[in-house]
């Protein structure tokens, strides 16, 4: 037996050059589909001119048995000590419990005062005078200004609040190890031979020379800091 002789849409194969039928039965030519549109009479002007107002219906309760409430059906159950399925299809077959009904409240309406405007209000015109002369910017940056110093201000109070904790570096440069100064380097065999020629004239001079050449040698040439001045740079 054919598709098309059953009816099954599964079945049937498409004619050449036609769509795939779906076996629906459709009215003849001259029904109109759709929902027939109902004009007023009066047209433009009566649109215009009136306002039609809808009167609020309350909506009607649907009549019947409101469901089967199965969430408490499952606690009474449970309660009762039964916790199979069969032992809870049996408990419902006996045992009925229904939904309350929802109560459906009615509209509230806000009376509204016949003299209210709606919208936003307008804001004042800005004044010209102070766009010109840059009045806002000034008060922007002054803010922002205060407002850095008012963070400085804070975290100096933290900083002198809070513990320090001293590093190595920071004992080192509160303080520094005292380091004795090498003496001058002499050949081995004149290291106890004493000196024949004192050029200085004292013990304190020679002291204050030395202090003198080890700061100049800074800006001299030589390992020992002992040359001609070096050149500055540019």
Known sequence: MSGRRS??????????????????TLPSDDFT????????????????????????LPSQEKKGDPPRDFITLNKAAVKTGLTTAQEQFQFRAIHDFRQKPKQIGRRRTRSVPPNITFGISTRPSTPIFDLLEHRYQSEWLERQRQKELAQLDEAKKKSIAGKRYETRASLLRKHSQPVEPLPPWHLPKFS????????????????RAMKYQEFDCTSRKGMFGQGIYTAAAT
């Open 7 to 24: 009816g099954n849409p599964l079945l049937a194969k498409p004619q050449l050059g036609k769509p795939t039928t779906r076996f629906f």
């Open 192 to 207: 106890k031979v004493p000196a024949r020629l004192e050029t200085f004239r004292s013990p304190q001079a020679r002291e």
């Open 33 to 56: 589909y759709g929902r027939r549109t109902t004009g007023k009479d009066g047209g433009t002007a009566e649109a215009l001119g009136s306002w039609s107002q809808v009167a609020y």
